[in-house]
């Protein structure tokens, strides 16, 4: 069964401060690993899409990475419009639903 | 404006009274799919559809209904809602399965009493 596990649950950091998300999957063949950020009350937010181990992905002060177990989500100097959840999601290469983490809860104070 | 719609955002209801929940896209996307989103448990696929007339069960189908019969469209059906039904649901749309740039809608919070 596939699954995956995104820590730490939740997240504070003081704004500036640089930090990484986890998210650990035990797929049976990995299709995809995705990352989407969601704010209170409103629907997720595509941010990346990871294949491969060892690729990498930037949008300004994000970066994801990939391994053949785990994904982190890198932020540097965080402001506080970071502040939401980010999900991991995960698809294997059959015909199956996307699979997500419950998320981390990142808040940055000014 | 790229954009997926649901209608309602907010519904009470009361057990064993049908709804559909409506979801529109307008970027001709072939994968379409329902999600809930429930404390502690994250998001969890209802059903998706891979194009018109092409459904199939996600992890959590029980008690819901889903069609495809024109593209742009996937209403969400509860027969006959139950209080376990209560929660947070989710449409969402990308251009196939494989392209998960997925575009969500903004939820519609459904409570059953």
């Known amino acids: 069964e596939d699954q995956v596990t995104q820590s730490p649950e939740a997240l504070r950091l003081q704004e500036g401060e640089s930090s990484s998300l986890n998210c650990s999957y035990t797929v049976s063949g990995l299709r995809g690993l995705f990352w989407y950020r969601q704010d209170p009350g409103k629907g997720p937010e595509f941010l990346f899409t990871?294949?491969?181990a060892g690729e990498e992905k930037e949008k300004e002060r994000l970066k994801a990475t990939l391994t053949k177990k785990e994904s982190f989500l890198h932020i540097t100097a965080p402001k506080p419009e970071d502040s939401a959840t980010y999900l991991c999601a995960v698809r294997n290469s059959g015909n199956t639903p996307l699979v997500f983490g419950k998320g981390t809860r990142l808040s940055v104070i000014a | 404006e790229a954009q997926v719609t649901q209608n309602p955002r907010y519904l009470i209801t009361v057990t064993g009274k049908k709804l559909t929940v409506t979801c529109s896209q307008n970027m001709n996307h072939e994968y379409m799919s329902w999600y809930r989103q429930d404390p502690g448990l994250g998001l969890r696929q209802i059903y998706y559809?891979?194009?018109?007339?092409?459904?199939d069960k996600g992890d959590v189908p029980e008690g819901y209904k889903v069609s495809r019969k024109e593209k742009r469209n996937f209403p969400l059906i509860l027969e006959s809602p139950s209080p376990n039904q209560t929660s947070l649901y989710f449409c969402?749309?990308?251009?196939?399965?494989?392209?998960?740039?997925?575009?969500f809608g903004q939820g519609t919070r459904l409570t059953v009493v």
């Open positions: 969402a749309s990308s251009l196939s399965d494989r392209n998960t740039e997925a575009f």
């Open positions: 990871l294949y491969s």
């Open positions: 559809s891979m194009n018109v007339e092409v459904t």
